[in-house]
T-cell receptor, first 117, second 115 residues
Framework: GAVVSQHPSWVICKSGTSVKIECRSLDFQATTMFWYRQFPKQSLMLMATSNEGSKATYEQGVEKDKFLINHASLTLSTLTVTSAHPEDSSFYIC?????????????FGQGTRLTVV | AQSVTQLGSHVSVSEGALVLLRCNYS??????LFWYVQYPNQGLQLLLKYTSAATLVKGINGFEAEFKKSETSFHLTKPSAHMSDAAEYFC?????????????FGKGTLLTVNP
């Protein structure tokens, strides 16, 4: 299957600083990428959908200015958590999907554990 | 709106026993259906998918699932559980087409396998 690489796998930052998480599709062009947040022992919550070259579409209740998403190329999307606070600590997961009807599933990165202290 | 329901947040089986994880979807149009597995502190790995071809779908690691439209179900099974199957399992649904592709996830089922 296609490979999605997410980096870093874990990060600890101080409250008030910003953190950038990268999501790369290694062997396919990802026209659409998705960012999820997962709380302990819970399901994935979709935060936003990004299409290459256009602004991300955020889900209701997700702060656009807090969670900046950039999808500048067909293989890279980034999520920046700005002015992070302890309540932003969570597991963040990206997924990517290629264009075309033959691609029916999205492929997931390995996730990033963010801890804000 | 589409929704996915996983019955049982926690399923415990003995090693070698049958694994049955339940998933029901609510949609007027049969969606694409997926089962993913998640190990601690990792992303999701696709086990299998239904995309309107064969109703019995075989996946990796000996898992399979059967799409039953009359029951709006897509239950995941494995004849004999292995210790390495212990993980969180998510059922998800999506509709084809459109410029975006959104997965609706169930709440997940934690599978524990007892020796």
């Amino acid at each position: 299957g296609a490979v999605v690489s997410q980096h870093p796998s874990w990060v600890i930052c101080k409250s008030g600083t910003s953190v950038k998480i990268e999501c790369r599709s290694l062997d396919f062009q990802a026209t659409t990428m998705f960012w999820y947040r997962q709380f302990p022992k819970q399901s994935l919550m979709l935060m936003a959908t990004s299409n290459e070259g256009s602004k991300a579409t955020y889900e209701q209740g997700v702060e656009k200015d807090k969670f900046l998403i950039n999808h500048a190329s067909l293989t890279l999307s980034t999520l920046t958590v700005t002015s992070a606070h302890p309540e932003d600590s969570s597991f963040y997961i990206c997924s990517a999907r290629a264009a075309g009807e033959g691609w029916t599933e999205a492929f997931f990165g390995q996730g990033t554990r963010l801890t804000v202290v | 709106a589409q929704s996915v329901t996983q019955l049982g947040s926690h399923v415990s089986v003995s090693e070698g026993a049958l694994v049955l994880l339940r998933c029901n979807y609510s949609s007027s149009v049969p969606p694409y259906l997926f089962w993913y597995v998640q190990y601690p502190n990792q992303g999701l790995q696709l086990l299998l998918k239904y995309t309107s071809a064969a109703t019995l779908v075989k996946g990796i690691n000996g898992f399979e699932a059967e799409f039953k439209k009359s029951e709006t179900s897509f239950h995941l099974t494995k004849p004999s559980a292995h210790m390495s199957d212990a993980a969180e399992y998510f059922c998800a649904a999506s509709h084809s087409g459109g410029s975006n592709y959104k997965l609706t996830f169930g709440k997940g089922t934690l599978l524990t396998v007892n020796p």
